[in-house]
Each structure stands twice: as structure tokens, then as C-alpha cells.
């Protein structure tokens, strides 16, 4: 069945200090993973994406990793700000036999508090 | 910057009503999506959309919703006779058919309340 899990649930961190989230996925066949940013009440909006191939990829203050191998990714997020404070979600695309749209499997989300 | 908007940002409705969700995805674009998101849940897939047709649906998408897309902007979601159970955020989106990333744009979100 394909799932994407992610931990923790919640997160509090002070303002400045540096944080990881962990997604795990059994999502097949993988096409690519991407992390979203989801403010409260608004729509996910992408922060990075990896395929197969990629290890490691930065946007700013995230850093994403992938192995493949293990089907585990992380988010880093470094000095962390008060507009970090949001929820964030592990995304697993899929192009199932005969699709050529790709179906999204989504976490449940991390949610994130940044404390001044 | 081109975004997807959708209206309105909040229906409420009561049990056995038609409600339709209202979607402009961004211009250009040839792949559409709804996504639904119950409170405190992730966000599941509804039905994807293209050359105006349903290319793909969740077992959610049973035959109390319908998606069309009226005009070359408005992308809709109809839910016939909504039940307690629908009440959830709604989430539509949309991709270029030239990105080699796949990347799907999401609107803002409809929120959906059933009395």
C-alpha cells in the first residue's frame, strides 16, 4: 500500500535554532519526492523537489536529502524563523501504469512552532 | 506572479444541499486537480482532469461528485447532496503540460462546512 509517514507530529523550536523532519514513503513506483510548506488555511506550497537520482537539494535555509535506497528523506531547516511556523509535508508523486498525470501520496504533516 | 485562485473561500451548506467549488487554475496550464483535506488529516486526492476529461479518481470520488470545466478558465467541483462527512478544506490544482518536474500549483482552498 502505498503510504508516506512523517515525524514527529509536532515540533517547538526557538527562534535561530536549526531543526530536521524525517519522512518514510512505500510509495511505488517512486517518481519524485517533494517537501511542501503549508500555512493554516492556505495551500501547499512546494519548497523542494528530488528524483530518483538526487541525494541532497537546497532551497535557502532547507535542505532536503533522499535515499532511495531506504525510502527515507529529510528536511533540515537552519536558523529558523517565526514565519517558519507551519506545517510541512512530505510528498510522494507516482505515475501509475498507464497514467501520465501522477498521483501525489501527501504525509500527514509536521507542524512546526517557531517561539521567539 | 500567475497563481490559482479559487472561490469561494468558505460554503457552508446544510446536509443533502449541492454545493459547487469554484477553481480558476493558472493560465496555460492543462492539468487539473482536487485535493481534500479533513481537519487535522492529510490531504487525500480527489480526481485529476485533462483535454476535459477525468483521467483519474479516488475511490472518494464517488458518484456524488462531478468535476467540469465550463469555460477555458473555471475548473469546478460539485458535490450533489453533501453529507456531515464532506465538511473538509478543498484543494485545487494544476500543472503546465511543459514542466518536466510535474509540479502541481495549489490554490488557497475552499472550505467546506456541512450543518
Known amino acids: 500500500k502505498n503510504q508516506v509517514e512523517q515525524s514527529p507530529q509536532s515540533l517547538i523550536i526557538l527562534e535561530g535554532k536549526n531543526c530536521t523532519l524525517q519522512?518514510?514513503?512505500?510509495?511505488?513506483?517512486?517518481?519524485?519526492l517533494r517537501w511542501y510548506k503549508q500555512d493554516t488555511g492556505r495551500g501547499p506550497v512546494s519548497l523542494t523537489i528530488?528524483?530518483?537520482?538526487?541525494n541532497t537539494k537546497s532551497n535557502g535555509r532547507y535542505t532536503a536529502t533522499l535515499d532511495a535506497d531506504t525510502k527515507q528523506s529529510s528536511l533540515h531547516i537552519t536558523a529558523s524563523q517565526l514565519s517558519d511556523s507551519a506545517s510541512y509535508i512530505c510528498?510522494?508523486?507516482?505515475?501509475?501504469?498507464?497514467?501520465?498525470?501522477?498521483?501525489?501520496?501527501f504525509g500527514r504533516g509536521t507542524q512546526l512552532t517557531v517561539w521567539p | 506572479e500567475p497563481e490559482v485562485t479559487q472561490t469561494p473561500s468558505h460554503q457552508v451548506t446544510q446536509m443533502g444541499q449541492e454545493v459547487i467549488l469554484r477553481c480558476v487554475p493558472i493560465?496555460?496550464?492543462?492539468?487539473f486537480y482536487w485535493y481534500r483535506q479533513i481537519l487535522g488529516q492529510k490531504v487525500e486526492f480527489l480526481v485529476s482532469f485533462y483535454n476535459n476529461e477525468i483521467s483519474e479518481k479516488s475511490e472518494i470520488f464517488d458518484d456524488q461528485f462531478s468535476v467540469e470545466r465550463p469555460d477555458g478558465s473555471n475548473f469546478t467541483l460539485k458535490i450533489r447532496s453533501t453529507k456531515l462527512e464532506d465538511s473538509a478544506m478543498y484543494f485545487c490544482a494544476s500543472r503546465s503540460g511543459t514542466d518536466s518536474s510535474y509540479e502541481q500549483y495549489f490554490g488557497p482552498g475552499t472550505r467546506l462546512t456541512v450543518t
Open positions: 510528498v510522494v508523486t507516482t505515475f501509475d501504469r498507464g497514467s501520465t498525470l501522477g498521483r501525489l501520496y
Open positions: 493560465s496555460n496550464h492543462l492539468y
Open positions: 519522512c518514510n514513503y512505500t510509495v511505488s513506483p517512486f517518481s519524485n
Open positions: 528530488m528524483t530518483f537520482s538526487e
